[in-house]
């Protein structure tokens, strides 16, 4: 039994570590931090040991990341914050994986209780420009939305209306604000003359992030990759803004508490659901329970949901893929109106919110 055992344990560290491997490849360009420290903890078991506390479907590389970087936030380990782009400007140009491995080795306890507890939260409020064009289009036809953000983890998104954009091309839209997102354009993207009125604005979140607790945000500014200065800057200053008026989040199951929230947004406009890189997070019979849940909701009452996900890691989803296996961010548009669903495929975007590619043209799939 022992050896068994052991077989077991050297073929989940044989996973793990194939799964550093590939994240340093595919991560290099945009994580060159991460990047050159994947493969060299792809090397190290006593680190790679670390994520067994992990629910397997969490046993990733991003989260060993964001472990040590929230260690790094806090202050605890002020050798290797040199190498973090985000939090010296100019990184050491030298070797990180010493001072990464004796950092994993003097916390170990700490970064274990850290990845036994938390789960990866990406709050990008990039995200809102891939959002915006959909909800311009909504408000034209419909007029006052309420909007209904699911997994929106600090609720940053839902301070949509608050925030600056600009659009190259298609000009700017609100402001002036302390967050400004600059988003690419092609193939004509319908940018609202103006920010469209939301009427509500509510968020639900399985493990929500109160912006009024300092913990709880290091642990959202740690998921951020530490190259991407630009994003983690955008982060504080949308937590600093959520602060002097914290969101609306509720802690619960989207799926159970979808029905009652859409009910209660309804009093204040037209529902509109939002979701991005969230639903990938949720097994295949929850992606099925979800759009049924929406089928249901539809059926009773008119509704929209936006949809800035990934075909290819959720097939469940009513999203037109352009090909078999897309994994592209892709941008669709739902509307139930009397009891009738339209799927519209909108555009692809970047998964951040730099760039959206507009590509509707009247194509939709009716039920």
């Known amino acids: 039994m022992p050896r068994l055992a052991s077989v077991h344990v050297m073929a989940e560290l044989d996973e793990l570590a194939t799964r550093f491997r590939d994240f340093g490849r595919s991560s290099a360009a945009r994580a060159p931090l991460y990047g050159r420290l994947a493969p060299c903890i792809a090397d190290e078991p006593e680190i790679l040991e670390l994520l067994g506390v992990a629910p397997a479907e969490q046993q990733l590389p991003v989260l060993l990341f964001a472990a040590v970087h929230h260690l790094v936030l806090r202050g605890d380990e002020p050798d290797l914050e040199r190498f973090y782009t985000n939090l010296v400007g100019e990184p050491d140009s030298g070797d990180p994986f010493p001072t990464f491995r004796e950092c994993c080795r003097r916390h170990s306890d700490a970064l274990r209780a850290l990845i036994a507890t938390r789960s990866t939260q990406t709050n990008e409020v990039g995200r809102?420009?891939?959002?915006?064009?959909?909800?311009?289009?909504?408000?034209?036809?419909?007029?006052?939305?309420?909007?209904?953000?699911?997994?929106?983890?600090?609720?940053?998104?839902?301070?949509?209306?608050?925030?600056?954009?600009?659009?190259?091309?298609?000009?700017?839209?609100?402001?002036?604000?302390?967050?400004?997102?600059?988003?690419?354009?092609?193939?004509?993207?319908?940018?609202?003359?103006?920010?469209?009125?939301?009427?509500?604005?509510?968020?639900?979140?399985?493990?929500?992030?109160?912006?009024?607790?300092?913990?709880?945000?290091r642990w959202l500014e740690a998921c951020v990759w530490p190259d991407q200065a630009d994003r983690f800057a955008r982060l504080v200053a949308a937590v600093e803004l959520a602060r002097q008026q914290p969101p609306d989040v509720r802690r619960g199951d989207a799926i159970g508490a979808l029905p009652e929230l859409v009910g209660e947004a309804s009093a204040h406009g037209h529902p509109v659901v939002t979701n991005s890189w969230v639903l990938n997070y949720l097994t295949p019979?929850?992606?099925?329970?979800?759009?049924?849940?929406?089928?249901?909701?539809?059926?009773?009452?008119?509704?929209?949901?936006?949809?800035?996900?990934?075909?290819?890691?959720?097939?469940?989803?009513?999203?037109?893929?352009?090909?078999?296996?897309?994994?592209?961010?892709?941008?669709?548009?739902?509307?139930?109106?009397?009891?009738?669903?339209?799927?519209?495929?909108?555009?692809?975007?970047?998964?951040?919110?730099?760039?959206v590619h507009w590509e509707h043209r009247g194509t939709t799939r009716q039920r």
């Open 128 to 217: 809102c420009s891939q959002f915006l064009p959909a909800l311009g289009m909504l408000a034209d036809e419909v007029g006052t939305l309420a909007h209904l953000d699911v997994g929106t983890s600090a609720g940053l998104n839902l301070l949509l209306p608050r925030y600056e954009y600009r659009f190259s091309p298609g000009g700017s839209v609100g402001g002036p604000s302390p967050v400004v997102l600059d988003c690419a354009t092609r193939g004509g993207v319908p940018v609202p003359a103006t920010l469209p009125d939301v009427g509500a604005s509510i968020g639900i979140d399985i493990a929500p992030i109160d912006v009024r607790e300092d913990e709880e945000v």
């Open 285 to 355: 019979s929850q992606r099925t329970a979800y759009v049924a849940t929406l089928d249901d909701l539809g059926n009773q009452r008119d509704l929209s949901w936006i949809i800035a996900e990934s075909p290819a890691q959720t097939p469940e989803l009513p999203i037109p893929a352009a090909s078999p296996g897309e994994d592209i961010t892709v941008l669709s548009l739902v509307t139930w109106r009397g009891g009738h669903r339209v799927v519209r495929r909108l555009a692809t975007t970047h998964p951040h919110g730099f760039w």
